[in-house]
């Protein structure tokens, strides 16, 4: 069975710091690359951050700086640490792992809720 399982999410204040953790099982995590998405209310889905699986990272503007993605694979988790965070950081935040060159849109986990509030 395949899954993919977000934890790490919770309320913080403006400059706190998060460290968002996605585990999958039920396939090879190695060969997978891993993205980070986020959704706020009354948003559309937006890639965040993504790791190939040679180590490759990226991350939409408004993160660069603050955000990093890393993963482990002996652990088969993927990670987002997130510091300086916003307000309007405040989403749902979904992992999600593709194939290089798929069409398929992959596996998703649920998500995990963060709230950047004082």
């Known amino acids: 069975q395949v899954q993919l399982v977000e934890s790490g999410g919770g309320l913080v204040q403006p400059g706190g710091s998060l460290r968002l953790s996605c585990t999958a099982s039920?396939?090879?995590?190695?060969?997978?690359?891993m993205r980070w998405y986020r959704q706020a209310p009354g948003k559309q889905r937006e890639l965040v951050a993504s790791?190939?699986?040679?180590?490759?990272?990226g991350y939409v503007d408004s993160v660069k700086g603050r955000f990093i993605i890393s993963r482990d694979n002996a652990k088969n988790t993927v990670y987002l640490q997130m510091n300086s965070l916003k307000p309007e950081d405040t989403a749902v935040y979904y992992c999600?792992?593709?194939?290089?060159?798929?069409?398929?849109?992959?596996?998703w986990g649920q998500g995990t809720q963060v709230t950047v509030s004082s």
């Open positions: 790791i190939t699986s040679g180590g490759s990272t």
């Open positions: 039920g396939f090879t995590f190695s060969n997978y690359a």
């Open positions: 999600n792992a593709v194939l290089p060159y798929s069409s398929s849109r992959g596996y």
